[in-house]
């Protein structure tokens, strides 16, 4: 006599088989259940890795803060937007005060921030402005005002930027570095001392200088430089000319390039209202 008839034979098999199908689904949850969680943790760990590598290449101590103010010439500050008004082909000279004492590498990184017309292509998804493709920010100011004057405007865009020794007299701007730490925690000041109608020259305050290194001298003077040339901040938080400088592509954008041309063109809108 055998113990099991077939039936109960077939059903012992089945529950057999379908046991080990149990177990090996079991397994392949929990397999896939670990590849998810790693798929999570990948990107998350990379992105750590990415914006990590990415701050430190720069080397950049963010966000760096930022002020200006526009004086006209009895000494009294205004709130009204204004741009230089020069004749066409005139240079604008920039004269560096170095009482910080900052290295040659680091002046030529100041320098560069205006005088550069290098240009870098950025996806436009990591700076918020869509999913898909890139922008052409520019790295100096020379770049970006020659591209602004590519349009017609009523004003002179200033594109002719020369740098002088101290001992030639009053320069139009003046770049201050000091090692003296401003009281409301600003790394850059910018003065526009204007007339009724322009602005008749400018002074940037780097402050505590001998502290920050190239990268951050080269973004805050590009910055500063901005407001300079009569721009106000921006309302984006990622744009240059955003009040603290929060950006680890601190670079110019068409937006700011725009809101110039339109600032040269008479608007007495200078505030930058980027779209996306
Ligand atoms: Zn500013």
């Not at 259940?33 to 914006?51: A, G, Q, T």
């Not at 770049?143 to 594109?159: E, F, L, S």
Request: net charge negative; charged share 20%.
């Amino acid at each position: 006599m055998y113990g099991f008839s077939m039936p109960q034979l077939l059903e012992k098999k089945y529950r057999q088989v379908f046991s080990k199908i149990k177990t090996k689904n079991i397994i392949a949850q929990k397999t896939e259940r670990k590849i998810c969680l790693l798929l999570l943790v990948i990107p998350f760990v990379s992105s750590i890795v990415f914006f990590g590598q990415n701050v430190q290449n720069e080397s950049q101590n963010l966000p760096l803060k930022s002020a200006f103010v526009i004086q006209n010439l009895r000494g009294d500050i205004t709130n009204t937007w204004l741009s230089w008004d020069l004749v066409e082909g005139r240079v604008l000279q920039i004269q560096i005060v170095n009482d910080a004492y900052v290295s040659a590498e680091k002046i030529s990184a100041i320098k560069n921030s205006i005088d550069s017309t290098e240009t870098v292509e950025i996806d436009d998804s990591i700076l918020h402005k869509g999913l898909s493709g890139s922008s052409v920010y520019y790295k100096g100011w020379k770049g970006a005002v020659r591209k602004a004057a590519q349009t017609d405007t009523k004003y002179y865009i200033p594109t002719e930027f020369e740098f002088v020794d101290s001992k030639k007299g009053q320069a139009d701007i003046t770049i201050i570095l000091t090692s003296l730490r401003n009281s409301d925690g600003y790394t850059g000041y910018t003065t526009a001392i204007t007339d009724e109608n322009h602005i008749l020259r400018a002074s940037i305050t780097i402050y505590e200088a001998d502290r920050l290194s190239e990268v951050e001298l080269g973004t805050i003077t590009r910055h500063e430089f901005g407001h300079v040339l009569g721009l106000a901040h921006s309302t984006a938080p990622e744009d240059l000319m955003a009040p603290i400088i929060q950006t680890a592509y601190p670079f110019i954008s068409d937006c700011d390039i725009d809101t110039l041309s339109a600032l040269y063109d008479g608007s007495k809108e200078s505030g930058i209202v980027c779209k996306k």
